[in-house]
């Protein structure tokens, strides 16, 4: 007999596996993740507080119990635990601690060094960077002007670079 708790873990484990098969889908942009990404801690914190571990969670979600949400490409060593800017797709390394947070054109946002913040706001239509309160100042003044030399999704190397909204904002000035 199935108990209440279980069901929870259950639809918390789906409402996740969800949200990020959204975000690997359309991206942190889309509108929609807002929402999903709500749904999903919400139903995970109930699932918690009723006993369910984090792992619970991902195994009735169908993803691996504590190992990173990426499906394609083995990670590369010390990409783990990376900040939540961090694109799945992106092998690159964090370059420090979560400093800043970026936040798309519906206020979506994920906090991120330095390094996955320029990349994330650079991939970003209409996106804005803010400095975390611990953050030494000058960080997101940093991350906005690193962004500006940088391609969307920049980690694509061989995605076409003939449209403006595939090249950097200096690319786009300069043309
Ligand atoms: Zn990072």
Redesign the pocket.
Known sequence: MRTEPDRLTQTAGHAVAAAIRSINTNGLSDPAITPALEAALTLSELAMRCGATADDIRRAGGLPASAPDRTQAEPTPGTAH??P??HPDDPSP??GP?VVTVLDRNNAGAD??E??AARLLASLEGGRVYGLPHATDGAAIRVFKAADGIRPFCWLTGAPRTEPSQLSHRENRVA
């Open positions: 990376r900040c800017a961090a964090c370059d979560p991120g060094c390094h996955h």
